[in-house]
């Protein structure tokens, strides 16, 4: 087990693994949350040290957990399908969303990209990097969550 300081607090964690990102986050499990898994960003430990206890992290797979998201963040897994202008197609045909993603391109020369996967504001900031070519056509839930992250940010601008 290894133990450190996160926001002010002393942690005695269960290192599962890492995820390398933009940034550098510790898979762990904290014994004083209970049993589940939590991301940890590496950058702001304080003092981390390694200690005398073990700890068994039984069948954990980090790539099974990385496969349950779309980036870092997890929560309810949501069954996507993104559609793709015909102008970003040939870009969206060679491009790698998800591991459990689907394409396929369509009569109009579009093309859908259908993946399983939970981490919905990276899923946002990951469409929105495409611009207007990407459309969420489901789940309605991140379609609402979609146009409500961009109706928060317009308001910086009116």
């Given at each position: 087990m290894v133990e450190g300081i996160y926001h002010g607090k002393t942690r005695l964690i269960e290192p599962l693994g890492m995820i390398y990102g933009e940034k550098i986050?510790?898979?762990?499990?904290?014994?004083?949350k209970g049993d589940g898994i939590y991301n940890y960003l590496l950058h702001k430990f304080e003092g981390l040290k390694l200690t005398d206890k073990i700890f068994d992290k039984s069948d954990f797979s980090l790539q099974e957990y990385t496969n349950l998201s779309f980036g870092v963040y997890h929560g309810e897994i949501l069954d996507v399908e993104l559609l793709f202008s015909q102008e970003l197609a040939p870009e969206?045909?060679?491009?790698?969303?998800?591991?459990?993603?689907?394409?396929?391109y369509n009569e109009d020369g579009s093309y859908t990209v259908t993946f399983r996967a939970?981490?919905?504001l990276e899923i946002i900031w990951h469409v929105f990097k495409w611009g207007s070519g990407c459309k969420i056509i489901a789940p309605k839930l991140l379609k609402d969550e979609y146009k409500k992250y961009l109706e928060d940010n317009l308001k910086n601008y009116l």
């Amino acid at each position: 087990m290894v133990e450190g300081i996160y926001h002010g607090k002393t942690r005695l964690i269960e290192p599962l693994g890492m995820i390398y990102g933009e940034k550098i986050y510790l898979v762990a499990r904290e014994k004083a949350k209970g049993d589940g898994i939590y991301n940890y960003l590496l950058h702001k430990f304080e003092g981390l040290k390694l200690t005398d206890k073990i700890f068994d992290k039984s069948d954990f797979s980090l790539q099974e957990y990385t496969n349950l998201s779309f980036g870092v963040y997890h929560g309810e897994i949501l069954d996507v399908e993104l559609l793709f202008s015909q102008e970003l197609a040939p870009e969206a045909s060679q491009f790698n969303f998800h591991p459990t993603q689907r394409g396929k391109y369509n009569e109009d020369g579009s093309y859908t990209v259908t993946f399983r996967a939970s981490g919905s504001l990276e899923i946002i900031w990951h469409v929105f990097k495409w611009g207007s070519g990407c459309k969420i056509i489901a789940p309605k839930l991140l379609k609402d969550e979609y146009k409500k992250y961009l109706e928060d940010n317009l308001k910086n601008y009116l």
